[in-house]
């Protein structure tokens, strides 16, 4: 995964040197200097925030948004959207220490990251130094039941600690808690239809409807 090591070149550079890329701006500078460049990338650190209006207050400040914006997920996502032409990007950083004090915030984080990905011109918002991998195949040729199934996408599509195991969550998660892979490919599928044929069902059908919802060139593919 040489992508990962390239992502974390934002986050290894503030521990080396304690400055941000030129690219970059901190938050402090992006609230000064008003509307940002379609190229930058906004950084924000909500690692000090504990509450669902501390992390939106965090994305206010950092992006110059209107106070306003801060009163609600759907007003900040409104605000977001219609701020994103002024920004190439956004990282988030203490993202893992905000899911541990407060995981509705952190998973709308997450829902965030996904609607800047469905615009047209979508904007990349990344949490900590994690970035999502380019593909993943994901083998269920030794699945038997679905709760085996469940752990298998638990674990290789990166789901939280608190999944689940259950097709609501499922659909929760790949909708709002965890960014897909750009190619995501699954073999053993023809076993998967003979030992668990409802499941595979309505996971291959939960999948196609969120991958036609979503405005980035995303591939999924089912092979035997």
Same mark, same amino acid.
């Given at each position: ?6 992502? #974390? ?10 400055? &941000? ?51 609600? *997920? ?20 203490? *993202?893992?220490?905000? #899911? !541990? ?13 996904? !609607?800047?990905?469905? &615009?047209?011109?979508?904007?990349? &918002? ?40 259950? *097709? ?15 190619? &995501?490919?699954?073999?053993? *599928? ?18 196609? !409807? ?15």
């Amino acid at each position: 995964m040489g992508a990962a090591e390239n992502s #974390n070149e934002l986050i290894a550079g503030l521990r080396n040197s304690g400055h &941000l890329p030129s690219h970059c701006v901190t938050k402090s500078e992006a609230a000064e200097s008003g509307p940002c460049g379609k190229g930058v990338v906004v950084l924000i650190d909500i690692s000090g925030e504990s509450t669902e209006s501390g992390i939106r207050s965090a994305f206010v400040r950092a992006l110059g948004l209107p106070s306003e914006a801060g009163r609600d *997920w759907s007003e900040l996502t409104d605000a977001l959207v219609e701020a994103s032409g002024r920004f190439g990007g956004i990282r988030v950083v203490g *993202w893992n220490r905000a #899911n !541990e004090v407060c995981p509705e915030g952190a998973a709308a984080v997450t829902c965030l990251s996904r !609607e800047l990905g469905r &615009l047209s011109d979508p904007v990349v &918002l990344t949490l900590d130094g994690s970035v999502v991998p380019d593909e993943v195949t994901v083998d269920l040729g030794s699945v038997s039941t679905p709760w085996e199934l469940h752990r298998v996408l638990k674990a290789e599509l990166g789901f939280p600690g608190f999944y689940g195991m259950n *097709w609501d969550a499922f659909w929760d998660a790949i909708t709002g808690l965890v960014d897909l892979p750009t190619t &995501l490919r699954f073999t053993g *599928w023809r076993h998967l239809e003979e030992t668990c044929p409802r499941d595979a069902g309505i996971m291959r059908e939960m999948l196609e !409807e969120d991958l036609a919802a979503d405005r980035r060139r995303r591939s999924l593919s089912f092979d035997d």
